[in-house]
């Protein structure tokens, strides 16, 4: 089922999404040669504490993984396409880009927001990847509209993403969200005929995040159980909003 949230529900999940926007963009200014993924997290935990908000990530059970996440970001280096672990071992460098992914909970609903940054000027090739997934974000964003349904969102991504040459990681999908972090319907970012293809309507938040491969779009997992990365070990890009459903058009949640 899914669940349309009320204009105060809204306003609500609104000040989470703009807590999650400033840490997120704290946390990419901080990005440099020499800083390590753990440095982030610590940075994020702090900033988090003294909001008063609680980490969504951190103590989140996924089965498949078999426990509960141990952190509160999500910090995807080059290949890593989501669910890379902060580690003080993780120095980046030069030529790298990392995907930062957080979300936090503030009086009982959620925020959740993703972006990938450059370590150093990117080259002309990783530069257009990440525009070409911002880009698609962007586009799928303009489909929230009344009376569009959740595959116009899903195809418009799909369609830039193979246009521009890259492919699409079909393992890991969006989601909607509320007082829950992961709510229906799921968001996947290419045009899935198994999917039920639901009327968009006034009050749905849908967590859209495109996650694109340089290369072939197959995944796989690695031994720690989290870390998804791109099979033929090319980069990967990240970027994520949450988005209202509203009688005026698309509410960007997640930024300001």
């Known amino acids: ?123 002309p090739a990783v530069k257009k990847l990440l525009d070409v997934t911002r880009e698609s974000l962007e586009l799928a964003i303009d489909k929230v509209r009344l009376g569009n349904r959740l595959m116009d969102i899903c195809g418009t991504v799909e369609e830039h993403v193979i246009a521009n040459g890259f492919s699409i990681v079909r393992e890991y999908v969006g989601h909607g969200i509320g007082t829950n972090l992961h709510e229906e319907p799921q968001v996947p970012n290419y045009v899935d005929r198994r999917n039920e293809n639901p009327r968009l309507k006034e009050g749905m938040v849908l967590a859209i995040e495109p996650m694109v491969n340089a290369g072939k779009p197959e995944a796989k997992v690695l031994p720690d159980r989290w870390t998804a990365v791109a099979k033929d070990g090319s980069y990967s890009a990240h970027f994520e909003h949450c988005v209202a459903v509203t009688a005026n058009g698309p509410w960007v949640l997640t930024r300001p």
Request: aromatic residues 6%.
């Open 1 to 123: 089922m899914i669940i349309r949230k009320s204009p105060m529900e809204l306003e609500k999940m609104r000040r989470s999404g703009l807590l999650v926007h400033k840490i997120l963009h704290s946390l990419a200014a901080l990005v440099g040669e020499g800083v390590t993924t753990w440095d982030l997290e610590v940075a994020a935990v702090k900033m988090m504490a003294e909001a008063g908000a609680k980490p969504a990530f951190k103590g989140y059970y996924v089965e498949a993984a078999g426990g509960k996440f141990p952190y509160v970001l999500c910090t995807s280096v080059n290949e890593e396409i989501v669910h890379g672990m902060p580690s003080q071992k993780r120095v980046l460098k030069k030529g790298d880009i990392v995907s930062i992914d957080t979300g936090v909970q503030l009086n009982g609903y959620f925020g959740d927001s993703a972006l990938t940054v450059p370590v150093g000027d990117p080259t």
